[in-house]
């Protein structure tokens, strides 16, 4: 056996959910070297580095992979610090069409017995094991995701009461949003601080006050999160607040100024040494701009009638319609010279984009091939 003992220094997996528009994203861009895997398309309007928008799991799975196999190649720098997910239940809508797709059906209640469900579970737990693949190879995770309001009932109490959970797949056999909270070292919940405060001399008319932007790193009945680095249960929805345990000393934001109570814990000024910084690598022609890996290639001529989720899986990988269907022809489902516009569209969504990956692998061989 070998054991060890002592803290081990390990990159962070963190999940931040709240209601939408709180500030999530711009939260999760304060994390060091961010690279925002923009599901959602929300950061249109934010200063940082950010893939192209999948717009198929399988353009997704792809954009991860190449992330983890940047890590593994130890002759260029890595992409980021950071990988961020925004947000992780809009991935889940990505899982579900594939799932649709592939299946031939038009909803995920159209399988039945809950059978769909299973299917888009295994398909979330495929995207925590890429992440965890890149985790493991010191990335910190973030995963952004909205909040939902949820009927809760214990089983040792009588009645029911709402709190706010992951806005993900909550069944007992399909528990997405368990998953995800299970493989995260750090949930936070973000939400608007609010209290009812009476609107009349009785006390019976009651209005709103408040409205501050909080973060909860503890549990609660009425929601869930949790923290491994002894976080005061409530702080302001601040970075800063949390700067400390990546080795970061950061400013207070305009988002939310720090206030003073029992709960709230004061913003670290100082931090520890950084670790030293890797040599520079000895080949300059190697050293090359690593988010250029992840842009479009606009040289591909997409043809009128392509649907647009393949249109991005091919301008992602610079794959031309005449290396579409000499695979298609190789394969013989159809002629090679019929125009992809003309195939099923179930074969497209089931095959060319539910099974990229080995459509993909089969134009690579072919590009190998000599030329005749």
Same mark, same amino acid.
């Given at each position: ?14 999940? /931040? ?102 299917? /888009? ?5 495929? $995207? ?159 050293? $090359? ?23 991005? !899986? ?13 695979? /298609? ?39 190998? !091939?000599?030329?005749?």
């Amino acid at each position: 056996m070998k054991i060890t003992r002592g803290i081990q220094q390990k990159p962070l997996k963190v999940v /931040v959910y709240g209601p939408e528009g709180i500030g999530k994203s711009t939260f999760a861009s304060m994390f060091p070297d961010p690279l925002f895997i923009d599901t959602e398309g929300s950061t249109a309007r934010m200063d940082v580095a950010r893939t192209e928008t999948p717009t198929s799991l399988a353009m997704l799975m792809q954009i991860l992979t190449e992330v983890r196999d940047n890590l593994a190649d130890g002759s260029r720098p890595p992409v980021c610090k950071t990988l961020v997910i925004d947000t992780i239940d809009w991935a889940e809508r990505l899982c579900t069409a594939a799932v649709c797709a592939k299946n031939g059906k038009t909803g995920i209640e159209d399988f039945g017995y809950g059978k769909g469900y299973s299917y /888009v579970y295994e398909e979330m737990g495929r $995207i925590l094991n890429l992440l965890n693949d890149i985790w493991e190879r010191g990335m910190h995770i973030v995963i952004t995701a909205h909040a939902a309001i949820r009927k809760f009932e214990q089983p040792d109490e009588m009645g029911a009461y709402d709190r706010w959970e992951l806005k993900l797949i909550n069944s007992p056999k399909c528990n997405s949003c368990a998953m995800v909270k299970e493989w995260a070292d750090m949930v936070l919940f973000a939400n608007y601080k609010t209290y009812a405060v009476a609107a009349d001399k009785d006390g019976k008319k009651m209005k709103a006050r408040g409205g501050e932007r909080v973060m909860y790193t503890a549990h609660n009945p009425c929601w869930d999160a949790k923290n491994r680095f002894g976080l005061a249960p409530e702080l302001p929805f601040d970075f800063a607040q949390i700067a400390h345990i990546f080795g970061q000393t950061v400013p207070v934001s305009n988002m939310q100024q720090p206030t003073t109570s029992a709960n709230s814990a004061p913003v670290q000024q100082t931090a520890p040494p950084e670790p030293p910084k890797p040599a520079p690598v000895a080949d300059a022609s190697k050293d $090359i701009g690593s988010l250029d890996e992840f842009q479009p290639i606009e040289n591909v001529g997409i043809p009128d009638g392509i649907p647009p989720q393949l249109a991005d !899986l091919m301008r992602q990988n610079g794959v031309t319609e005449s290396e579409i269907q000499l695979a /298609v022809g190789m394969r013989g489902y159809f002629p090679e010279n019929m125009p992809i516009a003309n195939y099923p569209p179930d074969f497209i969504q089931g095959v060319l984009i539910g099974a990229w990956a080995q459509v993909f692998g089969m134009i690579q061989e072919n590009r190998k !091939l000599p030329f005749e």
